[in-house]
């Protein structure tokens, strides 16, 4: 079946800009996570997803990050008022269930900000 | 949190030669993955052992859970091998921590 898919692939925006961010998770699958690559910080978690709620924010970076999932399917990664220090590639993953369970991978949106 | 750390960090072999990859994590873990990301980035699932033996192909790998270890083997290496290997754990009973990735080991297989 289909895998993980992102969107945009790319995204270059102006700083102090607000973009958003697509994840469209495995069929069937309920959790659903988001994680950021840059080459300071390496691969970092920011946050999941069971079904449609977010127990836990505390990984994303800052108040401008924020997430929702719809439907227990689609999430929507949102960045508001972007900085440089935001360009990054930006992970999506998705899971039968929460925790030991294989996460798979999303292709990424690679984000810069200008 | 849980402390993930990969060796070697940079593994350059020539075609056909084994490798072994090690991961070395700080706690007990209930999530053990080793991915490949390709040139183009994509992460690419090649395990998930939390605990005990896996082979597919030439690559197989072994994660000992009492000891905080796992291996990746790569036998007789071809150049598509080539790209960055990650390691990445969940804590066990870690609540909402997600994976914690390693800073992975880059291999080269030349010609």
């Known amino acids: 079946g289909a895998g993980v898919s992102q969107s945009p692939s790319n995204k270059v925006t102006e700083k102090g800009k607000d973009v958003e961010l697509r994840c469209d998770p495995i069929?069937?699958?309920?959790?659903l996570y988001w994680y950021r690559q840059s080459l300071g910080q390496g691969l970092e978690f920011l946050i999941y997803?069971?079904?449609?709620?977010?127990?836990?924010k505390s990984g994303l970076p800052s108040d401008r990050f924020s997430a929702e999932r719809t439907g227990g399917s689609v999430s929507t990664l949102t960045i508001q008022r972007t900085q440089q220090e935001d360009s990054a590639v930006y992970l999506c993953?998705?899971?039968?269930?929460?925790?030991?369970?294989?996460?798979?991978f999303g292709p990424g949106t690679r984000l810069l900000v200008l | 949190g849980i402390q993930v750390e990969q060796s070697p960090p940079d593994l350059i072999l020539q075609e056909g030669a084994n490798s072994t990859l090690r991961c070395n994590f700080s706690?007990?873990?209930?999530?053990l993955q080793w991915f490949h990301q390709n040139p183009w980035g994509q992460l690419i699932n090649l395990f998930y052992?939390?605990?005990g033996t896996k082979q597919n192909g030439r690559l197989s790998a072994t994660t000992v859970a009492t000891e905080r270890y796992s291996l990746l083997y790569i036998s007789s290496s071809q150049t598509t091998d080539s790209g960055v290997y990650f390691c990445?754990?969940?804590?066990?009973?870690?609540?909402?921590?997600?994976?914690?990735f390693g800073k992975g080991t880059h291999l080269i297989i030349q010609p």
């Open positions: 706690d007990s873990v209930n999530n």
């Open positions: 990445a754990v969940e804590r066990a009973g870690g609540g909402a921590d997600g994976l914690t």
């Open positions: 069929s069937g699958h309920t959790a």
């Open positions: 997803f069971q079904g449609n709620s977010a127990p836990d």
């Open positions: 052992i939390p605990s």
């Open positions: 993953a998705s899971s039968l269930m929460f925790s030991v369970e294989t996460q798979y």
